[in-house]
């Protein structure tokens, strides 16, 4: 197979992979990386020369590897996508969960096991709401960890946290 790109189109390829690559393997210490994406993305790389962009990727000889330049992430968008995807999943995932949790503690963890996907979201939709609102409000201004003590027991467990 041949595929034929303009150097703006291997441009933004680069930047896919980047992106591609960096969500998939970012989370990940690095000997469990995903090599297949990482191995794709040093091929794609390996043509930078060729496409006139050598100052925008080089090869390390060190770590026989290839890494985007310093100007390249000054002159790409690609981190300010990556930031703005970071905050987004934030928000997102903390109103989630923190709704998610709220709907176990009202119906409780069978129940809410049970729901089919239209009962799920009927009965999460507030809780979603509520906490939609306050974020876009508040952001984490009104977050705060508080501990509820319990009752001593003689299982001797600790004292749950609640995030508010």
């Known amino acids: 197979m041949e595929i034929k790109l303009t150097k703006e189109q291997y441009k933004t390829l680069v930047e896919m992979l980047y992106l591609g690559e960096w969500m998939i393997n970012a989370c990940r210490p690095h000997n469990e990386a995903i090599k297949k994406y990482q191995e794709l993305e040093q091929y794609i790389y390996s043509f930078a020369k060729t496409a006139g962009l050598e100052r925008h990727i080089e090869y390390d000889e060190e770590f026989k590897k290839y890494f985007l330049t310093e100007e390249f992430e000054i002159n790409s968008e690609v981190e300010e996508y990556r930031l703005e995807f ?9 109103v989630d969960r923190m709704s998610l949790r709220d709907m176990i503690r009202q119906f409780g963890e069978k129940a809410v096991q049970k729901m089919d996907g239209m009962e799920h979201f009927k009965h999460q939709r507030p809780f979603l709401e509520k906490y939609d609102r306050e974020v876009e409000e508040h952001g ?25």
């Not at 984490?140 to 749950?160: A, D, Q």
Request: without cysteine; hydrophobic residues 25%.
């Open 86 to 94: 970071e905050d987004e999943t934030f928000w997102d995932e903390l």
């Open 140 to 164: 984490i201004e009104n977050l705060e960890i508080v501990s509820t003590p319990k009752p001593p027991s003689s299982s001797g467990s600790s004292t749950p946290t609640t995030l508010h």
